[in-house]
């Protein structure tokens, strides 16, 4: 089968999570991703949080794979001669260093244009060219903070909270990604390359954009009535940490179920969708709420939204979160179990649609990964093993005409 981007070739200049999240993608959709790394060290991390000594960690073999990896320093003049060849014949240059660091390199965007204008050259940072912060250093969490994500996570009467979803990394690869397949296509409209710049402060925001939305609602009318401090607690000028409250116009919460006591996970998340009151009376066998005017509308329910919640909590004391959903799901009500690793990890449905695969690696064995979260009717994305460091060293200078004895000198230099 032809992959939709066979033929795209990436210089993955990336690190850590976020670039390398964004050409995993491009490259499980059939880009030819060549990842330049230090030679000898490579991704810091291949060395981080390693449960098997001497092999690649799980952090980077998660986020590299189907990609190909050319050892190469690109400070040694022989290093930059190389990367300069590399970028003639390429499409795509992918990086996520901090502020500054490729053009100390020598790499500018202006002396890219130059050495291929057809190029599009992407760039992760923490913040936004010219924004107050733009010579910051950023991690995930930094970016959850900066973007307004932790802000807006956790109870109200608890400090600002971190999300586990990687808002910050992934996220902002996966903009990063929609971003040179937008460039791509203008490319074969006017023939030439642009800059493609994603910050993970913007990412981060954009996914909370829902509370910038009630920032502007509680200035207008003082109180936002789908949080948990409506209406019997205060509001101040900003937008208050919500819990778990549903977020939307659809009041919801996590709710305990059977063993909750010894099981930090028997929970589920319950929603209160407006149109399925009455499927939900019937679930909980509450006939009379019904027509009952405390009951009957979204309005009558807020104010003691939380006794429903404990009345559904009673009713699911002798029901699995397993077996409350598949009650619960036969009366339409949106829901589901509170699901750990391990469950993901083992569940049949997540791997027939290849979304949790097992990949197997010279090193390692086999290790399971995410694969493509994305399902196409024409393409089923193979998830292949990260490259060992400098494993296609030679490969790929052979593919730019460098002989044996070129590489050997390169060698030599320590320049790969
Ligand atoms: N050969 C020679 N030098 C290389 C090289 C290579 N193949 N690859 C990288 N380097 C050099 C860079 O040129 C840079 O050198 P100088 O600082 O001397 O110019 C140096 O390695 C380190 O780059 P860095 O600033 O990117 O690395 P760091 O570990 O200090 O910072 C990070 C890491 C992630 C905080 C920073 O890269 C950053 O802010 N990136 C942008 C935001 C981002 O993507 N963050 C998400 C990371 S995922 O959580």
New binding site residues.
Partial sequence: MTKPLEGIRIID????????ACTQLLAWFGADVIK????GSGD?TRNQLRDIPDADALYFTMLNSNKKSL??????PE?KEVLEKLIRESDVLVE???????D??GFSWERLNELNPKMIVA????FSDGHHYDD?????NV?QCAGGAASTTGFWDGPPTISAA?L??SN?GMHLAIGILTALLGRDKTGKGQKVAVS?QDSVLNLCRVKLRDQQRLERVGYLEEYPQYPHGEFSDVVPRGGNAGGGGQPGWVLKCKGWESDPNAYIYFTIQGHAWEPICKALGKPEWIDDPAYKTAEARQPHIFEIFKTIEDWLADKTKFEAVDILRKFDIPCAPVLTMKELANDPSLRASGTIVEVPHKKRGSYLTVGSPIKFSDLKPEVTASPLLGEHTEEVLASLGYSKQDIFNLREVKAV
Avoid: C, I, W
């Fill in positions: 200049f990336t690190h850590v999570q976020a670039g390398p330049v790394e230090r030679p810091v050892t190469l320093d690109t400070k040694k290093g996520n260093f901090g502020p500054g660091a490729l100390r390199m760039s992760v940072k923490g910051l250093k950023v991690y995930e970016a990687a910050g990394d902002t993970m």
